[in-house]
């Protein structure tokens, strides 16, 4: 199995920019497809943004293309999603997951994956 924690959000401005990470315990990220979502209070848990075992592929929600970048540090066995031109609807707890994968396969819902971490809280005032 593998543990997955998110760290980086916060309270911010509208147009700031912020860094998600996803520290992995357990076993390497690097057979994992990894994605990142989000839940804002009373709505469902809705995909943001994946990126395949290798790190080869992305894919991203349209509601955050062009302003949010996936990606994954495998010496520090870390997924990131750095967040540009933050808008007040960004505002939710985002999650990092996890599927044990090695080919490059990008998954985007969320009975896809297997492993979550806790949340980190993202809030964006305008």
């Known amino acids: 199995q593998v543990q997955l924690v998110e760290s980086g959000g916060g309270l911010v401005q509208a147009g700031d920019s912020l860094r998600l990470s996803c520290a992995a315990s357990g076993r390497t990220l690097s057979n994992y497809a990894m994605g990142w979502f989000r839940q804002a209070p009373g709505k469902e848990r809705e995909f943001v943004a994946a990126i395949t075992s290798i790190g080869t592929a992305t894919k991203y929600a349209d509601s955050v293309k062009g302003r949010f970048t996936i990606s994954r540090d495998g010496a520090k066995l870390t997924l990131y999603l750095q967040m540009s031109s933050l808008k007040s609807e960004d505002t939710a707890v985002y999650y990092c997951?996890?599927?044990?994968?090695?080919?490059?396969?990008?998954?985007?819902?969320?009975?896809?994956?297997?492993?979550w971490g806790q949340g980190t809280q993202v809030t964006v005032s305008s």
């Open positions: 997951a996890a599927r044990l994968r090695t080919v490059p396969v990008i998954y985007t819902g969320v009975k896809d994956y297997n492993y």
